[in-house]
């Protein structure tokens, strides 16, 4: 899953992006109210983190025009007010969780295991392309009765590939998916990653096709084209 971390302070949001980058989720952080209104238009996450005291644009405020255009997608709150009024004014505008800072990592995590559970937007459950199986929620491969032992990038690179088989993917996009937005790596950092998911998911009658300057293809070696 991909995670929005709207929090103005830096080590806050590093700390928390680590934690669920740790455990296999994409992340984007912004640290600015104004910046995060014009982010959250078109983004792709499936959850949004979202501090109330932020610069430009408060949190309360983003997320009222979150739900006024029809967003559904689950919030957690965050904020150092722990007064009921401020909790009530947040659930008012939208939150779907809310906790108080400071707070213990795993309960931030065990947070936003039960918002993704709850999402409103249908989710399939698995993916079977050629001899693979790819449980979503999970987020574990399967060729047969074997798991795949696959690096937490590699598990993100075939997540993107598999929701879009036969389609041309932007590196640009791949590489967001695996290092979030705004990441200082090198494009050809995702070529390793490639090489060696294309190896292990050869056996499923799988390939990764490159397409020079554009991106790569995920389909099944008996369609791939001379």
Do not use: C
Request: cysteine-free; aromatic content about 4%.
């Amino acid at each position: 899953m991909r995670i929005a971390i709207i929090e103005d302070n830096e080590s806050v949001a590093r700390g928390i992006a680590w934690r669920l980058q740790d455990r296999g989720h994409a992340t984007d952080i912004i640290h600015d109210g104004a910046e995060a209104e014009a982010f959250l238009r078109d983004d792709g996450n499936d959850l949004i983190i979202l501090d109330i005291n932020l610069p430009g644009v408060d949190g309360v405020t983003l997320l009222r025009g979150l739900r006024a255009r029809g967003d559904g997608r689950p919030v957690l709150l965050l904020t150092a007010r722990g007064e009921t009024p401020d909790r009530v004014a947040g659930l008012d505008a939208g939150a779907d969780d809310y906790l108080v800072k400071p707070f213990e990592m795993d309960e931030l995590e065990a947070r936003v295991r039960a918002l993704l559970r709850r999402a409103e937007r249908p989710i399939r459950e698995e993916v079977a392309l050629g001899g693979l199986l790819f449980d979503l929620a999970a987020r574990e491969a399967r060729i047969g009765a074997d798991r795949l032992d696959l690096t937490r990038r590699e598990t993100a690179l075939l997540e993107a590939l598999v929701a879009e088989p036969g389609r041309i993917i932007a590196r640009e996009r791949l590489l967001e998916q695996l290092y979030g937005t705004g990441a200082d790596v090198e494009e050809s950092a995702i070529e390793v990653h490639v090489s060696r998911l294309r190896r292990k998911i050869a056996p499923a009658g799988l390939v990764i096709r490159a397409h020079r300057g554009l991106g790569y293809e995920l389909r099944e070696a008996e369609s791939r084209t001379a």
